[in-house]
């Protein structure tokens, strides 16, 4: 097998992993904040928690991939895992914590 089947795996995950440098500081996963609490700690808590959570991904599909690559069917279902477990973990990030300020 070679390389290339891994190359849009990776691409995504390098994406998924960049999300939250595209964004503003005071619109962390799309909610938004007041600029004094922009670098709070509660928000580099979960943008590390989504970042580790992209790579753990995008890890797991390379090895299904590199595991059944001899299937055809592996790539477009690599990929949609891929997409559909980064929106996941973007919308986990996202939701409003339980006692503001703090860490879920």
Do not use: E, Q
Request: charged fraction near 10%; charge should be positive; proline fraction near 12%.
């Amino acid at each position: 097998m070679t390389l290339t089947p891994l190359f849009p795996i990776v691409l995504i995950g390098l994406l998924h992993w960049l999300v939250p440098s595209f964004v503003p500081p005071t619109l962390p996963f799309g909610v938004r904040i007041p600029r004094d609490r922009a670098d709070a700690p509660v928000i580099a808590v979960w943008r590390r928690r989504y970042r580790y959570g992209t790579a753990l991904v995008t890890i797991a599909v390379v090895a299904g991939m590199l595991g059944l690559h001899d299937h055809v069917w592996v790539g477009p279902v690599a990929v949609g895992a891929n997409l559909l477990a980064g929106m996941v973990l973007y919308l986990v990030a996202r939701r409003p914590s339980p006692i503001a300020g703090s860490p879920r």
